[in-house]
């Protein structure tokens, strides 16, 4: 019995391999699904996940359950997923680097790495964007580099660590001296840069009414590649400086779970993805396109994501 | 500039069934979550903003609204019946609501509580709908030098309310301050004080501490106290006096001062992101009692105490919308829940928010002043409802009150985790309410402190390390003379007229005890 339940985990892990989530109908869940948001409810991250959540109820007739679980940017909900017995029906939503700066900067003390669960997708990624005012007497981060030279020292906002190492990389490589000063949140940073506080700033969807207004600008793209509604804009590592961070929404499940259940449910979300529905809370929430990257690109955004946020800190 | 078409348009809109009906039902479920220990109307907010997604927006965003109006009404209502404040802004009302309630008057303080919430609402929605461009440039100015030298200012202010040893005031503020420092630092994002728990990492829930050590610790505590003395009613019987069960125009009219002041204090708190209710609420019942030629029936059931706290705390609301349509920047957490329903509706507030969906805006504003007339109405019926209620035996109020609590706060903090702390800081509230130490200066340090710590750090980077640059702004310089103004003031008025006796959440109705 034990013997013909593993043969079929294989072959079901085979199928999955080979891309043919055929079983994906064979799996139904015996219960609810749950959804851990690793946010507070309201957030981006949250709406997006309700939305989800509805879709993948609409479409599969599913019951699906949703909690939030805030605390670290997710690392407290990841912390706890990883500690539940392998259920099948428990799913964790989050974001990729506030994770992944955890796991480099303190991994030791938490009790799961990568290989901790089993990723089913992603959602939408978020564009980071650095944004000025647009009477800043520079236009790129090359300009900006140089006037923060002639100048002595030039203040910018960053809301979380990854930013200021790329800040740091950027004084590094010119040996020009910037005042970072950490915002909470990219409405803060709206905020101060509005009010003349600071020049330039990190924001990640809060500028765009400002973009439309003509008061501000995007100086770069924190990604690893441009931004999709600023293509003339090039990235960090473009402006010569080798440093990038990217934020993928995405959700795992515990690793060991049935790859029926994990098929069937990454099946169902990429579905649901896939609707108009997400499709337009995503657009609203991080002002860019819906993405499923797929369980193994989801797999692959995080170690390559690890490998990137490794490096930043290295420096 | 606006068209005048496009306004009237906008509040034309409200006029619908739909929104009527759904800014009513916000209201009623405002002032229910806010008048229930241990649910708010931010965690109310939270749950409905997903619900919301398939109604038409004006009904939604005005639905979300009237919740967050409703509920300011409402959180005053256990502060004053039972002094067991659900969120810190009410504590402020309970100084003097509470006493009042126990001389047989909790139909007049609630209702005063209401009339004064109201008005001071229906001020800051004014300022927001007449001036509120102007304004929000204005406080863009206030950078984080500025709001470090507003907060030194406010805490100057507050100081006056220390209680009757300067020095427990002092130990009671800094062990806040301690406990708000749990959690990821504002700058380096480095974890402080956790121990291994992750759940801690984002702080400790504002909702944990406040409803343990202002609510738990206050039922637990009047629990010991009527032991064995089954089947008594929480308030004092209505003496009959119809007096009692009215505010008369001639007492609301000699609050003018009192509301214009909390009034204003808490529309230019809102439209500065970050203060918040709280520090306006106790902000405007210091000054007041400073104020006042009879400082000393404050704490002993003055109704100005009532009309100063909870028109500053309602004002905030309004105002909070100044910064949150202008520039899309929310001041409070409910403000930021209403910028996500805007971005759920496909729409991000800021500086083209009044010319791309100006008849949105104006119907909101439309909807926010019929939501503070039927706040008034649905008050005035709720009220006589939540009297009746808490006149039920001890026994089965209490018992309701702690189930309540705890429910709301196993929701709000996703948990039993957040229970946890809960009942460490009841245990801790009762502790400190033992030995004399203010629960209420505790939490205003605790809430105030994370705001205060981010604002120092971007001060700081802004200034260059160097705090003695602080002159370049001269806004801040004028607020940290006036801090020092008033901490003199304060300390040689405690001088003169010996201790401050207002029970801060002290030996709270122990005055009163003493008299029946």
Excluded at chain 2, 472 to 499: D, E, G, M, Q
Aim: net charge negative; with cysteine.
């Amino acid at each position: 019995m034990k013997l013909k339940s593993k043969l079929v985990a294989l072959g079901a892990a085979a199928l999955l391999a080979f891309g043919a989530p055929a079983t994906a109908q064979d799996w139904g869940p015996s219960e609810p699904l749950t959804i851990l948001i690793g946010f507070g409810a309201g957030g981006s991250t949250d709406t997006m996940g309700r939305v989800l959540a509805d879709q993948i109820a609409e479409q599969t007739g599913w019951n699906v359950v949703v909690e939030n679980r805030p605390g670290g940017g997710g690392v407290a909900m990841f912390t706890s997923l990883s500690q539940m017995p392998v259920d099948n029906h428990t799913i964790g939503m989050g974001v990729g680097i506030p994770v992944l700066v955890q796991l480099v900067e303190r991994g030791d003390q938490l009790p799961f790495d990568l290989d901790s669960f089993d990723y089913l997708g992603t959602i939408a990624t978020a564009e980071l964007a650095l944004v000025a005012s647009a009477d800043a007497p520079f236009d790129d981060l090359e300009g900006m580099i140089a006037y923060a030279q002639e100048q002595g020292t030039l203040p910018v906002a960053t809301m979380a660590p990854p930013q200021v190492l790329m800040m740091n990389a950027a004084q590094r490589e010119s040996g020009a001296e910037f005042n970072l000063v950490t915002a909470e949140g990219g409405a803060e940073v709206i905020q101060l840069i509005l009010g003349g506080q600071v020049l330039a700033g990190f924001a990640s969807g809060e500028h765009f009414p400002y973009l439309e207004s003509g008061d501000m600008k995007v100086i770069a793209s924190a990604n690893a590649n441009r931004l999709s509604y600023a293509p003339d804009t090039p990235t960090f590592i473009e402006s010569g400086v080798d440093a990038y961070v990217d934020a993928v929404f995405f959700l795992a499940m515990r690793d060991g779970t049935d790859p029926a259940a994990a098929a069937a449910i990454a099946a169902a979300i990429d579905a649901a993805v896939q609707s108009e529905a997400v499709a337009e809370i995503v657009r609203n929430a991080v002002q860019g396109p819906a993405v499923n990257l797929g369980p193994e690109g989801a797999r692959m955004m995080m170690v390559n994501g690890l490998e990137n946020a490794q490096r930043l800190f290295q420096n | 500039m606006v068209d005048l078409s496009v306004i009237l348009a906008g509040f034309g809109d409200v006029f619908t069934p739909m929104t009527l009906l759904f800014i009513l039902f916000g209201v009623v479920l405002g002032q229910f979550v806010g008048a229930v220990p241990g649910i708010g109307p931010v965690m109310a907010m939270a749950i409905a903003i997903p619900f919301t997604f398939g109604l038409d927006p004006l009904a939604a965003i005005a639905f979300l609204v009237g919740v967050n109006k409703g509920g300011l009404v409402g959180g005053a209502v256990p502060a004053i019946l039972m002094n067991t404040p659900g969120t810190p802004d009410a504590a402020a009302t309970a100084l003097d609501g509470y006493p009042l309630a126990r001389q047989g008057k909790p139909i007049k303080a609630t209702k005063m509580a209401l009339f004064s919430s109201v008005s001071g609402d229906t001020f800051s929605d004014i300022v927001l709908i007449t001036v509120s461009a102007p304004l929000a440039i204005l406080a863009l100015k206030m950078g984080p030098v500025e709001i470090v030298a507003l907060m030194i200012f406010a805490f100057s202010v507050i100081s006056g309310l220390m209680g009757e040893s300067l020095i427990k005031g002092v130990i009671a503020a800094a062990l806040g301050l301690m406990f708000s420092f749990v959690g990821a630092d504002p700058e380096s994002f480095t974890p402080r004080l956790m121990f291994g728990y992750w759940d801690l990492y984002d702080g400790l829930a504002l909702t944990s501490v406040a409803i343990g050590m202002l609510a738990i610790s206050e039922i637990l505590r009047r629990m010991t106290e009527s032991f064995g003395q089954a089947g008594q009613g929480v308030l004092a019987p209505d003496n009959g006096n119809p007096e009692d069960r009215r505010v008369s125009w001639a007492e609301f009219w000699s609050c003018r001062f009192t509301l214009l002041r909390g009034a204003t204090l808490g529309t230019i708190l809102g439209a500065l992101p970050g203060i918040g209710s709280t520090a306006a609420a106790f902000m405007s019942y210091a000054t007041t009692k400073a104020a006042s030629k009879d400082p000393d029936s404050f704490g002993r059931g003055n109704i100005q105490g009532i009309a100063a706290t909870e028109s500053a705390n309602s004002a905030v609301v309004g105002a909070n919308l100044i910064p949150l349509l202008t520039l899309g920047i929310p001041g409070s957490v409910t403000a930021a829940l209403i910028i996500s329903a805007f971005m759920i509706h496909g729409m991000q507030p800021g500086p083209l928010l009044f010319e791309t969906q100006g008849r949105l805006v104006y119907g909101l504003f439309g909807a926010m002043i019929i939501a503070n007339f039927l706040n008034l109405w649905v008050g005035q019926l709720g009220l006589r409802i939540w009297v009746k209620v808490v006149s039920a035996p001890e026994s089965v109020i209490f018992s309701s009150a702690l189930l309540l609590c705890f429910v709301g706060v196993a929701m709000a903090t996703n948990g039993i985790f957040g229970i946890v702390i809960m009942l460490i800081f009841a245990a801790l509230g009762i502790l400190m309410h033992s030995f004399g130490y203010s629960m209420v200066i505790f939490i205003i340090a605790f809430f105030l402190g994370p705001q205060f710590e981010k604002s120092l750090a971007q001060a700081l980077a802004l200034l260059d390390g160097n705090l003695l640059r602080i002159y370049t702004s001269p806004v801040a310089l004028a607020l940290l003379v006036l801090s020092v103004i008033s901490v003199f003031w304060f300390v040689s008025r405690r001088t003169n007229a010996k201790a401050d006796t207002t029970n801060l959440g002290v030996p709270d109705g122990e005055v009163l005890d003493q008299k029946r």
